[in-house]
């Protein structure tokens, strides 16, 4: 087993840095239904762009790589512990080369172990098989997207489709609801996993475990394979499209599966995937740990090229795009309204769940008025000469920090924040009384916004790790677009409001 931890390092870094074949395939798909122009295929575009950057530089697709989930297949006699090591040593080498981010953090006291590894992480699954090969499987699904699975019991009352009850049709009920629920904020268009039945562990369990299923395979139970095409077709039709833009495409796949329960428990568990659907597998040699092959890699590759990620003024007449640097006015924002691309240079802050909490009862540690907050917690690594790079920045879900932005705005005199996903009533409100804008980014382009960050001016609260710190960070051409403006008006409520009138044309049953 010499070449196991080797491979799984491979594995590792693969995983983390190159999209499956199957998942181009459905991003490449989704792109050609939305025409030129619209924000959702600049969405798109920022997207391709940030694969073949991550690509290129064998750089993190998203910063967020998630809690390592590996999933092995051993003959009988292979020795579990051994592989245990090794692959937490791996995990380790590509947490200090930045191809993961230190994400493993202690739930009492909020410390960063520093190299993913803790106590439950990485997360290590072995089952026995009578193959005679070692079957390894990985997949790196980030916070936002698993902040946003959910679980059913049934019978039970659904916003806009009624009842669900315990059969078939219910079940589609769940289904489409849990697309609804994710609005934008797991980085549409996304992918599903769902398991029926089970009890709440084995129902998730069996969920996550349909995200391991290749993205164009076709499920062999029939009603199953029906209820999936049905719900990809449909949840299409809910217009919250890419990263709750609106647009044709919300949902690029859905996997189901079905175990038993007990009489009385019916659950539906969803598990919901970013479009950084970042899962790979290696087929092992038992003996040497050697990679005898990779999954998911059959049929044609998609090489997505470079190009302009671009809104154009045909479609949006209204929307403009504006320069800004910071220190920013509040004249210069209130001239700003949803649907503007603002393009950002020179400095801006990024601040987390434990920024904005810390902020909230302490003073900033630098000058925070007419400055930008990103909400982002990046990859970064130091460099020989103490200096820190940016690996990989895209924003992270801004909702999370609803019970603090509006304060803290008014507070230091913070004029624009970034993140994705839009924020809730309270913020709309702050925006408008304090002359505040919220910048919707693209969830997951971490290369892409890496680029833009030109260098790394210091960085205050490191104790809180480095996700977590508050970067200063010089930027050029940060592009983003107005989502949330000073004059009440929210994208992501009206996406809310109308997708939710969609969702109730599947109110009646399809499933006998
Ligand atoms: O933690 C992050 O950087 C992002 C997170 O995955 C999110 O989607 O909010
Ligand atoms: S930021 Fe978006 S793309 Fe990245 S892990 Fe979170 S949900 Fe996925």
Redesign the pocket.
């Known amino acids: 087993m010499e070449k196991f931890y080797e491979s799984m390092y491979k594995l590792v870094v693969e995983t983390s840095t190159n999209l499956p074949k199957d998942v181009r395939r459905a991003i490449a798909h989704a792109k050609l239904q939305e025409s030129a122009g619209t924000r959702a295929a600049m969405s798109l575009a920022t997207i391709t762009n940030n694969i073949k950057m991550a690509d290129d530089k064998v750089s993190p ?6 809690l390592p989930t590996f999933k092995i297949k051993v003959p009988v006699g292979a020795n579990q512990l051994v592989m245990k090591d090794a692959i937490k040593k791996a995990i380790a080498k590509a947490t200090e080369d930045g191809k993961l981010r230190p994400n493993s953090v202690d739930s009492i006291d909020g410390s960063n172990t520093g190299d993913n590894l803790g106590e439950g992480t990485p997360v290590i699954k072995f089952e026995q098989w009578e193959k005679d090969y070692i079957d390894a499987r990985l997949i790196l ?5 698993e902040n946003k699975n959910i679980q059913y019991s049934l019978p039970c009352e659904l916003d806009g489709l009624g009842r669900a009850g315990r059969d078939l049709d219910g079940i589609r009920k769940c289904i489409m609801h849990s697309v609804y629920q994710a609005q934008g ?3 549409s268009a996304g992918f599903i996993g769902v398991g029926i039945g089970g009890d709440r562990t084995s129902g998730y369990e069996l969920a996550k475990e349909q995200l391991f299923r290749s993205v164009d395979d076709v499920n062999p139970n029939e009603e199953l394979h029906k209820l999936e095409e049905y719900v990809l077709e449909n949840a299409n039709k809910l217009g919250i499209g890419t990263m709750g833009f609106g647009g044709e495409t919300t949902l690029l796949g859905c996997k189901v599966g079905a175990i038993n329960r007990i009489p009385a428990s019916f659950f539906v568990s969803v598990a919901y ?4 659907y970042r899962r790979l597998g290696v087929k092992l040699d038992p003996q040497t740990g050697d990679i005898l092959d990779w999954h998911y890699q059959e049929g044609e590759e998609v090489q997505f090229a470079d190009e302009v990620a671009a809104t154009s003024e045909s479609n949006q007449p209204e929307a403009q795009t504006v320069e800004l640097t910071a220190p920013i006015t509040e004249e210069q924002i209130r001239e700003l309204k949803v649907g503007d691309v603002v393009k950002i240079s020179g400095r801006m802050y990024t601040g987390r769940d434990a920024i904005h909490k810390y902020l909230s009862d302490h003073d900033a540690p630098v000058d925070l008025n007419g400055q930008v907050i990103y909400h982002c917690g990046p990859v970064m690594l130091k460099d020989e000469e103490g200096n820190w790079h940016v690996k990989a920045a ?4 801004s909702i999370r920090e609803e019970p603090y932005q509006g304060d803290i705005m008014k507070k230091f005199g913070i004029r624009a924040v970034i993140g ?1 996903g839009g924020m809730g009533p309270k913020t709309l409100k702050a925006l408008e009384e304090h002359g505040g804008v919220y910048l919707n980014a693209i ?2 382009a ?1 290369q892409y916004y890496a680029e833009c960050v030109k260098a790394v001016d210091g960085v205050d609260l490191m104790e809180f790790g480095i996700p977590e710190a508050m970067w200063h960070l010089e930027v050029k051409d940060f592009t983003a677009v107005v989502t949330m403006d000073s004059h009440g008006n929210s994208l992501h409520q009206d996406v809310d409001q109308s997708s939710l009138e969609k969702l109730q044309q599947f109110k009646e049953p399809v499933f006998k």
């Open positions: 697709i998203c910063q967020d790589t998630g699904k980030g916070g936002g997207c904020q797991g980085c995937n970013c479009w950084a895209g924003p992270t879900t994705k969830g997951g971490a």
